[in-house]
């Protein structure tokens, strides 16, 4: 392995001399302790990755305890239930992210933690709760269910990829499936670092997310996150005279359109395009053109009783993003949440001069799942007004957006279902709901305050319903009897104000479209990407004048400084980690040219994109100025979680070496005037990742009809999965057989590979290896985080011995000491010394500081030890540079260390 020398990360100040840090605190945070809100301050110590949670509460089977998953502050949070509601008993720190727990017993919880890639096993018989054992999987765990024989084994959706995986992710190879169910026998969890899994089941689909269970235990469902909906991007063949594709060809001033690829879609048997039912062109077939198949599988069935659980089934056509699924108790039916993309249709015009998805992109289901039935169910069937310019008040009164967790009641009958773009619980009885009978009412629906509901429990011996409500990060109590909220408990939060007052501008459908079917968050999920491509042109619109600075390179007479309105097909790209990148989208069209002195190019830029809520969500009037800047400051907010490709200790492979060589001297581009480099620049302390954010000019040769903005390199491992060309049908491309995306590389998504993107003309490699290598290499770029962040692993009397486990926590440690170019990041410990709830935090000297100013310096060593008495556990966690004083130490940063606070509220005389 080769040491890497760049790509090390973010600039935070190291976390040393904490004592004199916390003394000197700006004490504006006045939060209580667990259980109670707190203010929402200090943003350098908050990094917002807006994880998508997935099973945020479970009650214990006697339904006296609730668990609720704390994902901005990094908490199982534990309640005891009573007539009289919620009262709070218990804090445990988890891992980074959690987005999902689950009861495996009286004794024992389990917590999903997305960004540490770890499974934390709480012990609930400890004098404190804590987590007495963790799981390591792979890439951006995100759901968990018990099931099989006694239920004793765990179900654990992951990503095919990441460090803690005993495989090779294989991302040059075609026909690999995506997503991977991990399988621990509970009652043998192994001896291996992290835990042995029983099995690991490879599914063949972009990366999962749900889980669900038959009621007798045998069956396990699993469900891939954002499996497309077959449609793909033709190739534009602009050298070959371009598709014919449906009038209009012109803008509204007459100028021709650009020649841009086409979407299709596979339907009955054919690839087709939409045609226009405006201007009554007929969908055109593309069979010849695309060589692959997109079987379109959504969820998988697994055999949990087997004696080792194995795939069974798998279930098409079932939507586009899927969010969560249930079975119900009594008929064994499985229903689905998921949204389904409208993205075959072209345009985000006013509807005057062709077909347009204004206002009507997604279409928001429930899916019933019954015997070898897949049957979609529109949340929103009451809406009338799709050929119009506005909904009506009365339709957004109605409508659910982005449906989440469900739950049914133990007889069958109803179906709640948290709607986290519309503030609301839907009811359904689930009759009407299987017959399509049912009538959208929002009379009917339970309204919440806060927003953003993403999961609910119901307790039917109190006639109580409870629902977490991300955007205030609380968990509101609900009468069933009446259906209204009744009273609401909030959860500690180190989310800046800045975030909580701009997050529900991403997701609110009901404030920001007419009709209360969409929003921001419909496409960019959970501030991401849905990993589709749109053709959002206008033909209605004319063409613009660029202002956007060039790189420099070429002749200035190829420059192509204008925008036409009819774009063409683009892929969706990501809200994460914008500030530093230049203009935005894929052309820099959304320029920031009319930024103010104090704003950057970026703010401004993100605030081009206010046109979007009348042009695209079909909303009245765009937003406020005031709404705007709180959506942009929440964006601006907004990271990628660390590269789950690139080694822990940040080191190369031999191919990955050499790829970064010539990345950056080998690789010639335009007859050896730059290297990949030059355009594509990594430097992290300039907060380069891929990108120098500038323009660049489209050669001829590439098939890109206008320039475009240089894009940055960042979670390129997320795009793989389509192999097989999308191009003429004579340039000698086989058929590749079944894929699990439609969409690859390029700004269409028409590239099958960055092999094939690093083919075009304008790139020169001295042989096929060279141009391999950088490939590989293009995977592995660092996003702003390292990859050792959110990594963790518990220590306790009974692994102390295990030398793998020592060796991983010496890693923590070593990436820890890590402060040039910058810093790696912070490393806490976190667990149970002597029967008492402990943190530390490890200075710069190597030594720890633990959470009570009367605490000595502990070195490594002897904090370790402390590990093989009886009852002891620690948790070490490399968190973000700047987190570690208030994730380890001081958690709602009043300048108080915890446990001080602990022992000040028990001589007041209150609980702890």
């Not at 996150?225 to 077959?230: A, E, T």
């Not at 017959?435 to 629906?445: A, E, K, L, M, R």
């Not at 979680?641 to 191919?655: F, G, H, V, Y």
Request: overall charge negative.
């Amino acid at each position: 392995m080769i040491p890497a020398v760049l790509l090390t990360g973010a600039g935070y100040s190291h976390a040393s001399d904490v004592a004199a840090k916390a003394t000197s605190h700006n004490k504006v945070m006045k939060g209580e302790k667990a259980g109670n809100a707190g203010d929402v301050k200090n943003e350098s110590s908050y990094v917002l990755f807006e994880s998508g949670q997935v099973r945020p509460l479970a009650l214990s089977a006697d339904g006296s305890r609730l668990f609720a998953v704390n994902t901005p502050d990094n908490h199982l949070e534990i309640y005891d239930v009573t007539d009289k509601g919620l009262s709070h008993v218990s804090s445990v720190p988890v891992g980074m992210e959690p987005v999902a727990v689950a009861v495996k017993s009286d004794s024992e919880v389990w917590v999903v933690n997305h960004l540490s890639d770890s499974v934390s096993i709480v012990d609930l018989t400890l004098p404190v709760p804590a987590v007495k054992k963790t799981l390591l999987v792979g890439d951006e765990p995100r759901d968990i269910v018990f099931a099989g024989p006694n239920k004793d084994k765990a179900f654990i959706t992951a990503a095919h990829r990441g460090q803690n995986a005993p495989f090779d992710p294989q991302l040059q190879t075609p026909g690999i499936g995506r997503a991977d169910v991990w399988v621990f026998d509970s009652t043998k969890l192994g001896d291996d670092l992290g835990g042995t899994p029983q099995t690991i089941i490879n599914l063949f689909s972009d990366t999962p997310r749900a889980l669900a269970v038959s009621p007798d235990g045998s069956k396990v469902y699993a469900a891939a996150f954002q499996s497309g909906n077959q449609t793909t991007t033709l190739k534009a063949e602009m050298l070959k005279g371009g598709l014919d594709k449906a009038a209009p060809h012109v803008d509204i001033k007459g100028n021709e359109q650009p020649k841009t690829g086409l979407i299709v879609k596979y339907v009955d048997g054919n690839w087709v395009d939409n045609g226009d039912p405006l201007t009554k062109a007929a969908p055109k077939t593309w069979n010849d053109r695309v060589r692959f198949s997109l079987p379109d599988k959504d969820v998988f069935v697994i055999d949990a009783m087997a004696k080792t659980p194995k795939e069974i089934e798998s279930i098409s056509h079932v939507g586009t993003t899927l969010f969560n699924m249930v079975v119900n108790p009594k008929s064994g039916n499985v229903y689905v949440s998921n949204t389904d993309a409208r993205n075959h249709v072209r345009f985000a015009s006013s509807g005057d001069r062709s077909d347009t998805l204004r206002g009507h992109f997604v279409e928001n289901q429930i899916t019933l799942i019954s015997g070898d039935k897949v049957k979609p169910l529109n949340l929103n069937k009451h809406i009338t007004s799709y050929n119009e310019k506005l909904g009506t008040q009365a339709e957004n009164y109605s409508s659910l957006s982005q449906p989440m967790e469900m739950v049914i009641s133990k007889d069958g009958a109803k179906l709640y279902v948290a709607a986290y773009g519309s503030s609301k619980i839907g009811v359904f009885n689930t009759k009407q709901l299987e017959d399509d009978s049912f009538v959208p009412n929002g009379d009917d629906y339970i309204k919440l305050t806060g927003g953003g509901p993403s999961g609910i429990i119901l307790d039917e011996g109190r006639n109580k319903l409870y629902t977490l409500t991300r955007f205030d990060n609380a968990i509101a109590e609900v009468n069933l009897a009446t259906g209204k909220e009744t009273a609401k408990v909030f959860m500690p939060n180190p989310e800046p104000e800045s975030v909580t007052k701009g997050r529900p501008f991403l997701y609110d459908a009901a404030l920001t479209s007419s009709r209360g079917d969409s929003a921001c968050g419909s496409c960019h999920v959970f501030g991401d990407m849905d990993h589709l491509a749109w053709d959002l042109g206008d033909p209605d619109a004319a063409v613009a004048e660029s202002p956007n600075t060039y790189l420099g390179v070429g002749p200035k007479s190829e420059i192509k400084d204008f925008f036409h309105p009819m774009k063409g097909p683009m892929v969706t790209q990501s809200l994460r980690g914008l500030p530093g990148q230049g203009p935005m989208h894929w052309r820099g069209d959304r320029t920031g040219a009319s930024r103010d002195e104090d704003e950057t190019i970026e703010e401004q830029a993100f605030e081009d994109f206010n046109i979007a809520f009348v042009d695209l969500q079909g909303r009245a009037e765009e937003l406020t100025e005031e709404e705007m800047q709180r959506l942009t400051d929440f964006a601006m907010q907004l990271e990628y979680p660390p590269n789950p490709i690139r080694a822990l200790d940040n080191s190369l492979t031999e191919k990955q070496h050499a790829g970064f060589k010539e990345y950056n001297i080998g690789a010639q581009i335009d007859q050896g005037i730059v290297d990949c480099n030059t355009c594509h620049q990594i430097d992290p302390a300039a907060k380069r990742y891929g990108t120098v954010g500038l323009m660049n000019m489209s050669v001829a040769d590439t098939g890109r009809a206008e320039d475009f903005k240089i894009p940055h390199l960042r979670a390129l491992y997320q795009k793989v999965g389509m192999f097989g060309s999308t191009g003429d049908a004579e340039n000698g491309e086989e058929h590749k057989g079944d894929q699990i995306r439609g969409f690859g590389f390029n700004h269409d998504g028409a590239s099958q590979t960055v092999y094939e993107v690093l083919s075009e003309d304008i790139f020169e490699f001295n042989s096929e290896e060279e141009k391999r290598n950088v490939e590989i290499f293009s995977y592995m770029i660092n996003s702003k985080l390292n990859p050792i962040v959110g990594q963790q692993m518990t220590l306790n009397k009974g692994n102390y011995g295990d030398k793998v486990v020592q060796e991983r926590i010496d890693l923590l440690v070593s990436r820890a000491k890590i402060e040039k170019p910058v810093p790696e990041c912070d490393l806490i410990v976190k667990g149970v010394i002597g029967g008492e709830a402990r943190g530390g935090l490890m200075q710069s000297n190597g030594l720890f500081k633990l959470d009570s100013m009367s605490d000595s310096l502990i070195s490594d060593k002897k904090l370790r030890k402390l590990a093989k008495q009886d009852g002891n556990h620690l948790t070490y966690t490399c968190v973000p540079p700047g987190s570690g004083l208030r994730m380890g130490l001081d958690r709602n940063e009043d300048g108080h260390f915890d446990r001080d606070e602990v022992a000040r509220v028990a001589k007041a005389g209150g609980a702890k």
